[in-house]
Structures are given as structure tokens and as C-alpha cells.
């Protein structure tokens, strides 16, 4: 009769060691969760990278090519003014 009660038995303990692994062991649901979030954190990261190196090589580009920038740049951030040019300044 106690053969009869083994096999379910056993049955019964694989079943709980497999739910314990899906649920705590590596791999498991909430790891699985966990490693989606930071991908989705990482994704947005990199898109945001993406637009500032895009943004930047653009600026590069228009550095490279064109001294309009250069001489903007210098105006705005700089406050030059070319030779016999009368600069104005009003203050607020």
C-alpha cells in the first residue's frame, strides 16, 4: 500500500522544486520583469544619446563648413563685433 503513495508523491515534489525555480530560480518571472524595465530604461537612454549625437554632428558639420556659424558663435557667446561695427547694447 505504500508503494501506491510514492509515485504521486514524488510527482508532487517535482512539481513544487519546477514552481519554486519558476518563480525564485534564475530566469524566473520576476527577474524576467526586471530585465525588461531596464531594457526599456536602456532603449530610452540610447534614443536620447542618439538625438544629442545627432545634434552634435550637426554642429560639427556646420563648423566644419561654414564660418557663419563660427562668427554667430562667436557674436552670441562671445560678444565680438567686426572691425568698424558699432555694437548696442540695451539694457533692460
Keep these: 500500500m505504500r508503494a501506491r503513495f510514492v509515485p504521486p508523491l514524488i510527482l508532487v515534489l ?3 522544486i519546477l514552481q519554486w525555480q519558476l518563480w525564485n530560480g534564475r530566469g524566473s518571472v ?3 520583469a526586471q530585465l525588461r524595465t531596464q531594457l526599456a530604461d536602456q532603449k530610452d537612454a540610447n534614443a536620447k544619446a542618439a538625438l544629442n549625437n545627432e545634434r552634435l554632428a550637426s554642429e560639427v558639420n556646420d563648423l566644419k563648413d561654414g564660418l557663419e ?3 554667430e ?3 552670441a557667446e562671445l560678444g565680438m563685433v567686426k572691425p568698424n561695427e ?3 547694447q540695451i539694457a533692460r
Design 14 to 16: 517535482l512539481l513544487v
Design 30 to 32: 520576476r527577474e524576467v
Design 73 to 75: 558663435r562667436a557674436r
Design 86 to 88: 558699432v555694437f548696442v
Design 69 to 71: 556659424m563660427v562668427e
